[in-house]
Structure formats: structure tokens, C-alpha cells
């Protein structure tokens, strides 16, 4: 389709689709020399006046004056009247909510304000230590627990086996959760290391005398070094 450019009244083709069918200008420069200095020719002013004539926008009705009479009708309808605010309103709903335990005004979407809330946390913590502390006096454990820890079921993998697990509990409560070389060079996290090494040793590998805990620095990397530690290590522990 052939059209005519409204800045420099060129004709120009368009393709098929509503962007090209809406195209008014030939190109780009022609389209920023129409808006230069933000002056509207006075034949958009026109057609932007008449379009809005009779439409209610946020000053009342554009483009058509009032009356006397309706003015003094409006004046009279809100005189004296003041507006809804508050629990006078239609579109109250009861104000800031409140603290289910205090009762005191919190902010929206909260439903306990901060101070409830820090207590209520002290006391869960206090009902869990007495939880722990009767259990361990009266020896109460899991319906399902197993008290031959031979008994429990061998993952391939070694950190998700269950006697693995309890192993590395017993050893490091027996030096306290330190190491046991400590010196100024002691950095990085804790390890449970076995003296005599996983595949060579089975039957030693849940023995608590095999077990010694150490610093990721003191750890020992490399057979060699394993098997050179292994009389210092048993000499710590007797």
C-alpha cells in the first residue's frame, strides 16, 4: 500500500499488518522534526480539543461550561457536610490489626507484635531442653529405635550410614569437639579421623580407639603422612 507522510507529504510504501497500516510517517526524521520543540501543528490542537469535548475527566466536564443554577446546586448539596473518615466511613474495616497475645496496634499483614514474639520463641526453646533432659533421665526413645547399632541397615555410601554417624557422635563428645593437637596453626572445621585407615582396616573402622578429632589443618593428606601420624596419634589417646 502506498501512503503520504504528513511532515514532508512523500508517499511511501507499507507492508501488510496493523503496525504498518497505522504508519503516518515515511521515516524516523520526519516523525522527530513533527515533535521539534514540543509545537503541535493547529490542526492536531483541533482534533485533540474536539476529542475531548464531553468527556469527564479528574476537573469535572472538559469543554462544556456549567450553569449558574447547577453551580448553586452543587454549593448547596455540600454545605455543611463533612467527609466519612474513620468509623464513619463506608470502607472501614476495623483499623490496624492487634497483637493476638497483647492486644497491642501492629503494622499490616503481622499478626504478633515483636516483643510476643521474641518471648514466645524463649519459652519453645525451654520446653525442647526439658524435652531432652526427661528423655535422657528416663531413657525414652523412638518406638522404631534400634538398640544393637550392628543391626541398622549399610548405605553404600559412608556419610549417610547410621553407625558412621553414631561413631563420629561418641569420639568427638570424648575430646570434647577440639582438636587434639591444638596448636597456633589449628584453622578450618573439625574432622573425625581414623588412625588405621577405612579400607584397609574394616574391622577397626567403628572402633571409638580408631577415632581421633582433628582440625582440617592438623588432618593428615596422603597415606604417607597417615601412616607416619599413627604411633603419635595412639600415644594421645592412651
Known amino acids: 500500500m502506498e501512503k503520504k507522510c504528513i511532515q514532508c507529504n512523500a508517499l511511501f510504501k507499507t507492508r501488510s499488518g496493523k ?11 520526519c516523525y522527530w522534526e513533527s515533535l521539534k520543540n514540543g509545537k503541535l501543528k493547529e490542526a492536531t490542537k483541533k482534533k485533540i480539543s474536539l476529542s475531548l469535548t464531553g468527556k469527564k475527566g479528574s476537573k469535572g466536564r472538559i469543554g462544556i461550561p456549567q450553569t449558574e443554577e447547577t453551580k448553586k446546586k452543587i454549593s448547596l448539596a455540600h454545605k455543611g457536610k463533612k467527609r466519612a473518615r474513620g468509623v464513619n466511613s463506608n470502607n472501614w474495616k476495623g483499623g490496624k490489626p492487634k497483637c493476638k497475645i497483647c492486644e497491642k496496634t501492629v503494622a499490616y499483614n503481622v499478626k504478633i507484635c515483636r516483643e510476643c514474639f521474641i518471648e514466645r520463641g524463649r519459652k519453645r526453646l525451654i520446653d525442647k531442653k526439658k524435652k531432652i533432659e526427661y528423655n535422657k533421665k528416663h531413657k525414652k526413645r523412638a518406638w522404631n529405635y ?32 577440639k582438636c587434639r593437637l591444638l596448636d597456633k596453626d589449628c584453622n578450618g572445621r573439625l574432622e573425625t579421623h581414623h588412625i588405621y585407615n577405612w579400607v584397609d582396616y574394616p574391622k577397626k573402622r567403628y572402633d571409638i580407639n580408631n577415632g581421633i578429632t582433628l582440625c582440617k589443618h592438623h588432618h593428615p593428606r596422603g597415606r604417607c603422612n597417615e601412616k607416619s601420624m599413627i604411633k603419635k596419634l595412639i600415644k594421645i589417646i592412651c
Open 19 to 29: 503496525k504498518e497500516a497505522k504508519r503516518k510517517f515515511c521515516s524516523h526524521n
Open 146 to 177: 534400634i538398640e544393637d547399632r550392628t543391626k541398622l541397615k549399610k548405605s553404600p555410601n559412608k556419610m549417610n550410614d547410621c553407625q558412621y554417624k553414631d561413631w563420629v557422635k561418641i569420639v568427638r563428645t570424648r575430646d570434647n569437639n
